[in-house]
């Protein structure tokens, strides 16, 4: 049963489609399957064979986006019907360098980090150093990430610099870590370390894994 629901979703996911992707799912809770196998069995695993190939068919941003908002909002629509609370992964502040008005990206990122169950807040764009900070502390969030999309919101003061120097003026270098990604970071991977960050990423499944990485950094 779980195969035909998850094949369903799947090609729901591949075509972008949205009331399909919420029909299968809701057929799966119609039939008695939990809201923990549609997370775990269905949802995440189809988002990330669908980055993976989107990768390598290069997949449109608009479709990239539409598949990881439809994980999304699949996701918050399950976890009340948990029967225990979810584990929360960590917590994750996420915005736009101060200066940069495009979010698809970093919507694509938010999505794919929700539905690996990390919980995501989300600052909209242009968004300033100090507010990075300040939302990271106010939310407990161990993790800031930062999109740009333009080279020279990437790396100026506005951005990963402006908020790397406010973490070391308030003493909180070693409880919070950043992750940086949009197309300056593809055009040049050692860009990160230029600008101050912890680490890059792709792409919202690789941004997951890192994440990941990042919050057992500041376990240890």
């Not at 669908?50 to 699949?74: C, D, K, T, W």
């Not at 938010?110 to 990390?118: D, N, S």
């Not at 919101?153 to 070693?174: F, K, P, Q, S």
Request: glycine share 10%; net charge negative.
């Amino acid at each position: 049963m779980l195969d035909r629901i998850r094949s369903d979703y799947d090609a729901a996911i591949f075509d972008t489609d949205r009331d399909q992707a919420l029909q299968a799912v809701q057929v799966a809770l119609d039939l008695g399957v939990d809201a923990e196998a549609i997370v775990f069995g269905v949802v995440v695993p189809s988002i990330e064979r669908y980055l993976a190939e989107a990768a390598a068919n290069q997949v449109s941003l608009a479709q990239h986006y539409l598949a990881a908002q439809i994980a999304g909002e699949v996701v918050e629509a399950m976890l009340p019907r948990f029967r225990t609370a979810p584990d929360c992964l960590g917590r994750v502040v996420i915005g736009t360098s101060l200066g940069d008005f495009h979010g698809l990206g970093k919507r694509i990122v938010g999505g794919c980090l929700k539905a690996h169950m990390f919980a995501v807040t989300d600052l909209g764009l242009n968004v300033s150093p100090a507010a990075f900070v300040d939302a990271a502390v106010a939310q407990a969030a161990h993790v800031i990430a930062i999109s740009s999309m333009m080279v020279h919101t990437a790396r100026g003061d506005g951005g990963c610099l402006g908020v790397r120097r406010i973490l070391a003026e308030r003493g909180l270098e070693d409880t919070i870590r950043v992750i940086v990604g949009g197309a300056p970071y593809r055009f040049d991977p050692r860009l990160y370390r230029q600008v101050g960050a912890d680490a890059w990423a792709e792409n919202g499944l690789a941004a997951a894994g890192v994440v990941r990485e990042l919050l057992q950094e500041v376990a240890r």
